[in-house]
């Protein structure tokens, strides 16, 4: 793995390239997943209205909109990091896995929340997008590895 003495160097650098690459496909899997909830919630009907409509599902898919923008804008400053070889590739990476790590499982279990019933069948692809997101949480490091991490490389 690379010459004498640079082999951790090279390591960093993969893990880096690894995340970022890992962070553009969960923002792309929490956008489509996200996309399809909102064309259920405007198609299920319950009581003669979209269930879209209820003001507590409006609140929920608000609040995953913007969880799902952030996660966009990680990837994007995840992978621009990695393209430009900046410094702080590694802080950098490693915050944008940490946030969607956590961000991304969340956003998969309210869109099956949104879902109801069907979202639990093995008929439905929702099933495939959450278990998606829980593994990609966990490859190359868990969300609290990488706040350790971080913590490390400021020596806290």
């Known amino acids: 793995v690379g010459g004498h003495g640079t082999a951790a160097a090279a390591v960093d650098h993969q893990l880096s390239v690894a995340l970022a690459l890992q962070c553009a496909e969960t923002a792309g899997l929490v956008d489509t997943l996200f996309s399809m909830t909102v064309q259920y919630a405007k198609d299920r009907t319950a009581f003669g209205r979209p ?3 209820f ?3 409006k609140h929920l898919m608000a609040d995953q909109a913007v969880l799902v ?3 966009k804008a990680g ?3 995840a992978v621009r990091a990695v393209q430009e070889g900046a410094p ?3 802080e950098v990476t490693s915050i ?3 946030y969607m790590g956590d961000v991304a499982v969340d956003v998969a ?3 099956l929340q949104i879902h ?3 979202g639990y069948t093995w008929e439905h692809d929702l099933h495939l997008f959450l278990r998606r997101a829980s593994s990609n949480a966990a490859l190359y490091g868990t969300p609290a590895w990488h706040r350790n991490r971080i913590c490390g490389m400021y020596g806290i």
């Open 96 to 98: 944008v896995k940490a």
């Open 55 to 57: 003001q507590a599902l």
């Open 109 to 111: 279990q309210e869109c």
């Open 88 to 90: 702080d590739v590694d």
């Open 75 to 77: 990837a994007v400053a």
């Open 51 to 53: 269930i879209g409509s």
């Open 69 to 71: 923008e952030t996660c």
């Open 116 to 118: 109801g019933g069907i």
